[in-house]
Structures are given as C-alpha cells and as structure tokens.
C-alpha cells in the first residue's frame, strides 16, 4: 500500500508539473491575453515597392483599407527619400477658401497627422475603403505620370457633425525618385461634375481632421 501511494503522488506531482508548464506556455503565446486594436501607424504590410506609378495608387488604396500611416506617407514625395520635388496639395475650391491659412503650409507632416486622426476614430472591426472609378493615366512620360480618376471614401469614423463619405475627383502627379522609386508629389482634390460644390471631398476631411 505504502508504495502504490507514493505512486500515485508521484503521478499526480507529474500532471500538476505539466499543467503548470502547459500554462505558461500558452501564456506566453498569448492566446489568454486581450488583443489591441490596430495602431493606424503601424496597421497592415500590403505595400509594393513603387517601381511604376499604377503601382503607387494600389499602394495609396492598399494604405487607406489597411489605416497604414507608414505606408500612406511612402506614398507622398519626401525629399529626405531622395525624391527631388517636394509634395503639395491642393484642395477642392470650397474647402481652400475656407482653410486657407492651414493649406498654405501644409505638407508630408500634415498629411500624415491628419491620416493618423483620422483612422484612430474608426472602429477596428469597420476597414475604410477608397473606391476609385474611371481612373485612368491623362501623361506618362519617362520622368512623370498624370492620373485622374473619381474616388469614393468612406471612413465610419466616430467623430459628431462631420459626413463620413467623400467624394470628388483626384489628379495625381507621380514622378520617381533617384532610386527609381515613384510618389505622388502633386495631390490637387476637386468636386466631381455632378456633386454640389458642398459636398464632401477628401480635402474636407483632412482639415477637420488636421489637429
């Protein structure tokens, strides 16, 4: 009897030994842990390097599904990237005559501050999405690309008072850096031919969103 019990303590310290270390393991695999949501920093990794310049409205799209603020910004000029233009944006007619102040200086920071105020109000469950029809490329040269088309954003976002579809009409002037990589360095937003000149346009959101 003496030694079937110390059998059986024996087995049962060996199942508490292996529960313990089963826990721990799966601890730290965190499958018992809360996950976060998405940084709109950080967000998903669906970027191409841009060697032509459809490559880099894909990329914009792709930035946008996935609340990338790395991978937007990759997407504007930046001469600290070797690009030689500096990136402007130029915002519908409404909008630029009522934040005059704010696009007069406005840049690849601002961008960037806006894109990221912008997607932390949206749920993580609810993507954006950037629908673009009729887009087509009016120039391509060796050095530039001009493309044009109506886009449709929709970001559910949870901010009062402000619309959280826009649309309009995007021209983009693509050209390559030294390393041969393209990026927008001309953004010029507009209302669409058959939309009220209130409506909401891109450019509406990134100065509500500005701050």
Not at 57 to 73: D, G, H, P, R, S
Not at 123 to 151: C, E, H, K, N, R
């Amino acid at each position: 009897m003496k030694i079937f019990a110390e059998s059986v303590d024996c087995s049962l310290g060996s199942t508490v030994l292996y529960l313990y270390f089963a826990i721990v393991f799966l601890s730290g695999c965190g499958l018992f842990s809360t996950r976060e949501p998405e940084s709109p920093v950080a967000g998903g990794q669906s970027f191409t390097p841009p060697t032509m310049p459809s490559l880099v409205i894909e990329n914009l799209k792709n930035a946008v599904k996935e609340k990338n603020a790395e991978n937007f910004t990759l997407c504007l000029a930046d001469t600290a990237r070797g690009d030689y233009h500096f990136y402007r944006f130029e915002p519908a007619a409404e909008v630029a005559a009522r934040y005059a102040t704010l696009f007069s200086s406005w840049g690849v920071t601002a961008e960037r501050q806006a894109f990221i105020s912008l997607m932390s109000k949206i749920p993580a469950d609810v993507p954006p999405s950037l629908a673009i029809s009729g887009g087509y490329f009016d120039v391509i040269t060796q050095d530039s690309a001009v493309y044009i088309g109506d886009y449709l954003l929709v970001v559910n976002h949870s901010a009062t008072a402000i619309p959280k579809r826009g649309t309009g009409v995007m021209r983009l002037t693509i050209a390559p850096n030294s390393g041969g990589q393209w990026s927008i360095i001309r953004w010029s937003d507009a209302n669409s031919a058959v939309a009220d000149k209130a409506a909401t346009t891109w450019s509406t959101f990134k100065a509500q969103f500005s701050n």
